[in-house]
């Protein structure tokens, strides 16, 4: 009973991003009603987990959390705190 570590990513932890979630992961991908975008946040066996816990992210294609446009960035509990802030709005 021995726990392996889990393999190195190329993902440095220090930046933070963001994504889609993986549609893939779902049986029935619904691509065009939901482009809500989520910070990246722990990885789990699929992937990455969104910070919000609810949703795989697809990790071909993410963003600075800068890059996503406010109307985009997933409002939920978790990820909703991990957007920067932009003192000027
Ligand atoms: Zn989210």
Same mark, same amino acid.
């Given at each position: 009973?021995?726990?392996? @570590? &889990? &393999?190195?990513?190329? /993902?440095?932890? +220090?930046? &933070?991003?963001? !994504? *889609?979630?993986? $549609?893939?992961?779902? $049986?029935? @991908? #619904?691509?065009?009603?939901?482009?809500?975008?989520? /910070? !990246?946040? *722990? +990885?789990? =066996?699929?992937?990455?987990?969104?910070?919000?816990? =609810?949703? /795989?992210? #697809?990790?071909?294609?993410?963003?600075?959390?800068? +890059? /996503?446009?406010?109307?985009?960035?997933?409002?939920? #509990?978790?990820?909703? *705190? $991990?957007? @920067?802030?932009?003192? $000027? =709005?």
């Amino acid at each position: 009973m021995s726990t392996t @570590p &889990p &393999p190195p990513t190329d /993902v440095t932890a +220090e930046e &933070p991003w963001a !994504a *889609q979630r993986d $549609a893939s992961w779902y $049986a029935c @991908p #619904n691509v065009t009603s939901d482009k809500v975008i989520h /910070v !990246a946040g *722990q +990885e789990c =066996r699929e992937g990455f987990l969104s910070r919000c816990g =609810r949703s /795989v992210l #697809n990790d071909d294609m993410t963003w600075t959390l800068d +890059e /996503v446009s406010d109307g985009l960035r997933c409002r939920s #509990n978790g990820c909703r *705190q $991990a957007w @920067p802030m932009d003192g $000027a =709005r």
